[in-house]
């Protein structure tokens, strides 16, 4: 029996570790709120990045004159002023329309009279584009794939001590085994 546990002390934390990943629709309803966790993930990211989206719109610019060229060498980015039309208010919509001029950075070499397109937050400064409401379920596959690789990392190294620990009793008895054989002694002393 001795021989047998590490190995049936394997297959049980694998099974262990295995039914622990089925997804909670394969084990139905109440038995498992991993599922339920990772189901709440992905729509507490696609609320934030819809909120986003609701917060940010993208506007054409006409670019009035470029700012000083970069300093980085390898770098695209420039820094124009451009001008927009924005409602008085500075909200989107709206009836009355002013021109808002602002510094902005572009992604490319632009030269005056071109247009731009910025993407603005409802105060009116320049923001990244909204994030796609994809992004919230590829955030919730990473994060479980990392709390998963953790979890099997950590049944590994237990296994690697309970396995070494045993190893270092099978050897012990081997050895008095081995002297006691040597010493001519040929009586069993099964434990």
């Known amino acids: 029996m001795v021989f047998r546990f590490p190995s049936m002390l394997i297959a049980l934390v694998c099974a262990a570790a295995a039914g ?63 001008t927009w039309p924005c409602a008085a208010d500075g909200a989107r919509g709206g009836e009355l329309h002013i021109e808002r001029a602002e510094w902005v950075t572009t992604d490319r070499t632009v030269n005056d009279g071109d247009e731009i397109h910025l993407w603005l937050n409802d105060v009116g400064r320049q923001v990244d584009p909204p994030t796609p409401l994809t992004q919230a379920a590829v955030d919730a596959i990473g994060a479980g794939a990392g709390i998963g690789g953790c979890a099997i990392l950590g049944l590994i190294a237990g296994i690697a001590l309970v396995r070494s620990r045993l190893d270092r009793i099978r050897r012990a008895q081997l050895e008095r085994e081995i002297d006691r054989f040597a010493s001519g002694d040929t009586t069993n002393h099964s434990q």
């Open 20 to 82: 622990a990943f089925v997804p909670a629709r394969a084990q139905g309803p109440g038995q498992d709120h991993a599922g339920q966790y990772a189901q709440s993930d992905i729509a507490y990211g696609a609320q934030l990045y819809a909120a986003q989206a609701r917060m940010r719109h993208m506007v054409t610019a006409t670019v009035a004159a470029t700012g000083n060229p970069p300093h980085e060498p390898h770098t695209t980015t420039s820094v124009v002023l451009a």
